[in-house]
């Protein structure tokens, strides 16, 4: 993978990119990140490292134009896990879950890709499904309309999409 691009943050607050030579906003680092590129961001003066805080911000800043990713309830429970004794689990843990979730991600794209030509409402079907998955993991990346004001049942969609994936599997074997 390429080296991480280097954002300098300037004493004047200004985020500036190194590799492009120009100012950025923090909108214009998220949307390098959405689109796979790493990021290091220092401060210019000290060297201090400065991306975590940044990342947080950036997702703080999504979480607060509606597009909640993270349920209450994990968001809880990592506020709790600073004081306790599973503070020095919980960052391999979480590391360890999201590389998992990338990599069955990717394989049923993949099994997806190789499929043989299907019936048009079978394809119909399992293109609501991705789509249905996407939304669930990352809203952004999709194009569905939002559902504002409701409150979610994080427990029942997650059962249906486990369904859905579970028939998704079955008919994939099958073929």
């Known amino acids: 993978m390429a080296d991480p691009i280097l954002i300098n943050r300037y004493a004047s ?31 210019r003066k000290t060297g201090e490292d400065l991306t975590r ?30 004081s306790t004794a599973a503070q020095s689990m919980l960052p391999d843990f979480l590391s360890h879950a ?3 979730f990338s990599q069955q991600q990717s394989a049923m794209v993949e099994k997806i ?25 990352m809203p952004s990346a999709t194009t569905a309309p939002k559902r504002e004001a409701e409150q979610f049942d994080t427990e029942k969609e997650l059962a249906n999409v486990k369904a859905q994936l579970a028939d998704l599997m079955r008919k994939v074997n099958e073929l």
């Open 113 to 137: 890709s190789q499929m043989p030509s299907l019936p048009a409402q079978w394809q119909k079907q399992q293109a609501e499904i991705m789509r249905q998955m996407m939304a669930a993991w």
């Open 53 to 82: 805080q940044f990342l947080l911000q950036i997702i703080t800043e999504q979480e607060s134009k509606g597009e909640n990713v993270l349920p209450v309830d994990v968001l809880t429970g990592l506020v709790r896990s600073y």
């Open 13 to 43: 607050r200004r985020l500036y990119n190194t590799r492009t030579s120009e100012y950025v906003t923090l909108e214009e680092i998220a949307a390098l990140i959405r689109e796979g590129h790493d990021v290091e961001i220092k401060d």
């Open 98 to 100: 999201w590389s998992a």
